[in-house]
């Protein structure tokens, strides 16, 4: 059953409020997931998946919120089930009505980001209600995925068959699902159209896995401050579409006149996998592939992804090649699904959470 939501209310328009709760001791009682900026009486969401979870005891919720491009989307969850109502922050700062009751009732709301960082920064200020806030139990498990648009979940609730972004929504990314069908914390380290040596645009993903903000190169995230329990990386798909694309000025800016060949690709795909083992050592890493057309029979790009997990000769990478299911387009909400249900599949079978 879907629970009483304001669409009207859930894209800019300001509402007023006889009671508030105090805005410093409000953000205590906030559980957060991913790389969230939390200060004292604001918190800063960037990340897809990124996402803030509390139980509420009252009669209605309002959130004050502002975005810096006021183009960020947020799924409204409510005791567990994705709501048909999509939270647009403004760019100017206000006061959105997302739920009320004609009585007190008792709900955990979490709002989770659905789409890419590059379409805002959005500021959460308070939440509102005549009732009281509760602390969810942070999750005892943690991913962690580094990836490309299929992490983001990029046009994953596109019908219309024109792979538009627009309908975006990390909830029902296989990296959303696989973390919730493990009870885990998620933390979404991607962005639509990146790759480990030439992107769509002038950021690759080594220079953009160690940042807070990803928005801000001199924003570093410190990984010293929680592990891990699985890291997942999925890469590659942008870099073998841009190979044939040399014309394309990120690959000349990358790469130059060079043809990329198997060495290229391997120890560009080593170097970065260092770098996520120098931040963590014990932690497992599936390097997976999938299920755009990186995959498709006859790819080579399997057999480099496994030639340089041979080379580092560490017990704690795997690979995953999952199956071939976007042909035409990025893949549908039921692909992701199918997606998940593969990796959990292989985390099950090797024992990794």
């Known amino acids: 059953m879907k629970i009483k939501t304001f669409f009207l209310l859930l894209i800019g328009i300001a509402t007023l409020s006889c009671a508030q709760t105090n805005n410093k001791s409000m953000m205590e009682q906030l559980t957060f997931e991913g790389r969230v900026k939390v200060e004292q009486s604001q918190a800063e ?21 502002s975005d810096d491009i006021g183009e960020s989307e947020y799924a409204l969850i409510i005791d567990g089930e994705e709501q048909d109502a999509i939270i647009r ?22 709002i989770h980001r659905r ?74 380290i991607a962005k639509s159209g990146i790759g480990i040596t030439v992107s769509w645009f002038d950021l690759i993903m080594p220079e953009l896995y160690d940042r807070f903000n990803p928005n801000d190169p ?10 891990p329990d699985l890291v997942v990386v999925n890469l590659l798909q942008n870099d073998s579409w841009l190979y044939l694309n040399r014309d394309n000025e990120n690959y000349r800016k990358r790469i130059g006149n060079l ?3 198997k060495e290229f690709i391997i120890e560009h795909y080593i170097s970065f996998l260092q770098k996520l083992k120098g931040k963590y050592p014990n932690t497992s890493i599936i390097c997976a592939l999938g299920c755009m057309d990186i995959v498709k029979e006859g790819s080579p790009w399997p057999e480099y992804v496994t030639e ?6 560490d017990p704690k990478l795997y690979f995953l090649r999952m199956p071939y299911l976007a042909k035409t387009a990025h893949p549908s909400a039921e692909m992701h699904q199918e997606m998940a249900d593969s990796l959990a599949h292989f985390i099950e079978k090797k024992d990794l959470l």
């Open 259 to 261: 043809v990329p060949n």
């Open 89 to 110: 922050p403004a760019v100017e700062r206000s006061t959105l009505r997302v739920w009320e009751s004609d009585q007190k009732e008792t709900h955990t709301f979490t």
């Open 115 to 188: 789409n890419d960082f590059s379409k805002g920064t959005t500021t959460i200020y308070n939440i509102i209600t005549d009732g009281t806030l509760q602390k969810t139990q942070p999750k005892k498990k943690w991913i962690e995925f580094y990836g490309n648009s299929i992490t983001v979940g990029y046009a994953n609730e596109d019908q219309t068959g024109t792979d538009n972004p627009l309908y975006t929504n990390n909830y029902k990314a296989f990296s959303a699902l696989t973390a919730r069908h493990f009870d885990a914390s998620l933390s979404c």
């Open 45 to 65: 969401l960037y990340w897809p998946g990124t996402s803030v979870s509390f139980q509420l005891e009252g009669k209605y919720l309002d959130l004050e919120l």
């Open 308 to 313: 340089a997990i041979r080379r580092m000769d």
């Open 218 to 227: 001199t924003s570093k995230w410190d990984f010293h401050q929680k592990t």
